[in-house]
């Protein structure tokens, strides 16, 4: 049975912004904190009220900053050793009448897109880390609002004083 769940975010607002390194833009950007009342649902019907949540977002593309967004390097490596592991059964096992073809399409298949991923991970460029993205960025030091154009109090956290908005 397919069970179809996920969330609802009801009411987003700002609520502060800063400066952040992006996994999915590979780059330095702004990110921007909207908090929303979170909702469960089951089958997109609201069900289980979850609270008040802080979303962050790069400006950019619109993604969550702080989570890749391709497959893992290490999961890659597993993969390859998947791919070799069933090759090589495939080429043990006999060949027999009905399902012929799968096992050929794996004997052939197997190796090919092993050698294709292998391939891929001795050429892609070592991904940078979050660590050392976020080492390279300078905190924010905006004096403005970068929503309302409002001068921001100064204090323990500089705050908008037209939209609430804080800078991290």
């Keep these: 049975m397919v069970l179809i769940h996920g969330a609802y975010h009801f009411w987003p607002k700002r609520v502060a912004f800063r ?41 950019r593309c619109g993604a969550e900053p702080h989570t890749a967004p391709g ?20 080429w043990v096992e006999p060949a027999e009448a009905p399902d012929e073809w799968v096992s050929w399409l ?19 460029p070592k991904e940078l880390s979050l660590r050392q993205g976020i080492k390279s960025v300078l905190p924010a030091d905006d004096t403005m609002c970068p929503f309302c154009k409002t001068p921001l109090l100064a204090g323990p956290r500089w705050s908008c004083p037209g939209c609430g908005v804080h800078r991290y």
């Design 19 to 59: 400066n952040d390194y992006c996994l999915t833009c590979r780059a330095a950007s702004r990110s921007i904190a909207i908090r929303t009342f979170d909702v469960g649902h089951i089958f997109w019907i609201p069900i289980l009220p979850v609270g008040f949540w802080k979303h962050w977002r790069c400006v």
């Design 71 to 90: 497959t893992r390097r290490s999961f890659k490596w597993i993969g390859l050793a998947i791919l070799i592991m069933v090759s090589g059964v495939s």
């Design 106 to 124: 794996f004997r052939i298949g197997g190796p090919v897109a092993s050698l294709l991923l292998l391939r891929h991970l001795l050429r892609a």
